[in-house]
C-alpha cells in the first residue's frame, strides 16, 4: 500500500516548456486535489476533483490545467511553464464524505524549478 | 469564505521543553480542524484532528489539540520536545458543506539540544 505517489520528484523547466505531473493513490479514494506551496504562503488548491472524469478551479488555478481520466490518477499539466511556477507541488486524496471536508493524505511532492 | 492564520511564523524551543503552536480560524458554523506536520523533504502527515465531541484531541506522537468556541482557536501542544519534532506545522480548516481545507501559513519549529 504506497498510498499516495507523485513523478517527478525534481525537475527543472526552461520558460515556455510544459510538463505534466502525476498523481497516483492506491486508497480507492474519490477526492483528488493539488496543492503549490510556496514560503510563507502554505499551501494553496490549484485544481481538484470529486470523480473520475470531474475537475474543478482552486484558489489558483490560471497556467494550470489538470485531467482525472482514471480514479486513481490525478494530471497537472504547465502548458506554458513561466518562472512564477517555481514552487513544490504536492498531489493529497480523500475518501468520499459526501460535501463534507475529511482527512487528505498527501505525496512527498514535486519541486519544480523553472528557469 | 473562512481563513486560517497561524500568528507564529517560527519558533524556538529546547529539546525537552513544551511546546504550544497557535491556530486560529475564522468560520460561522463549527468547523473541521486538522493539524498536519511536515518534515524537511516529505509531505504533510496528519497529526490530529477535531470533528466533533471532546474538545481536547489527542493525536500521534503525543500532541494534543484544543478547540476552543469561544476564542476560535485550535491550539496544538506538546508537553516535552524531541529533537525528531523539528519541522513545519499546518493548521487546517474544513466545513461540513465543502470538501476543500483552507491551510494556514504554517509554523516552523527549530529544537535545540
Known amino acids: 500500500n504506497a498510498g499516495v505517489t507523485q513523478t517527478p520528484k525534481f525537475r527543472v523547466l526552461k520558460t515556455g516548456q510544459s510538463m505534466t505531473l502525476l498523481c497516483a493513490q492506491d486508497m480507492n479514494h474519490e477526492y483528488m486535489y493539488w496543492y503549490r506551496q510556496d514560503p510563507g504562503m502554505g499551501l494553496r488548491l490549484i485544481h481538484y476533483s470529486v470523480g473520475e472524469g470531474t475537475t474543478a478551479k482552486g484558489e489558483v488555478p490560471d497556467g494550470y490545467n489538470v485531467s482525472r481520466l482514471k480514479k486513481q490518477n490525478f494530471l497537472l499539466g504547465l502548458e506554458s511553464a513561466a518562472p512564477s511556477q517555481t514552487s513544490v507541488y504536492f498531489c493529497?486524496?480523500?475518501?468520499?464524505?459526501?460535501?463534507?471536508?475529511?482527512?487528505?493524505?498527501f505525496g512527498p511532492g514535486t519541486r519544480l524549478t523553472v528557469l | 469564505a473562512q481563513s486560517v492564520t497561524q500568528p507564529d511564523i517560527h519558533i524556538t524551543v529546547s529539546e525537552g521543553a513544551s511546546l504550544e503552536l497557535r491556530c486560529n480560524y475564522s468560520y460561522g458554523a463549527t468547523p473541521y480542524l486538522f493539524w498536519y506536520v511536515q518534515s524537511p523533504g516529505q509531505g504533510l502527515q496528519l497529526l490530529l484532528k477535531?470533528?466533533?465531541?471532546?474538545?481536547l484531541v489527542q493525536g500521534i506522537k503525543g500532541f494534543e489539540a484544543e478547540f476552543k468556541r469561544s476564542q476560535s482557536s485550535f491550539n496544538l501542544r506538546k508537553p516535552s520536545v524531541h529533537w525528531s519534532d523539528a519541522a513545519e506545522y499546518f493548521c487546517?480548516?474544513?466545513?461540513?458543506?465543502?470538501?476543500?481545507?483552507?491551510f494556514g501559513a504554517g509554523t516552523t519549529v527549530t529544537v535545540r539540544a
Open positions: 487546517a480548516v474544513g466545513r461540513s458543506n465543502d470538501y476543500k481545507l483552507s
Open positions: 477535531y470533528f466533533s465531541g471532546d474538545t
Open positions: 493529497a486524496s480523500s475518501r468520499y464524505s459526501g460535501r463534507t471536508a475529511d482527512t487528505q493524505y
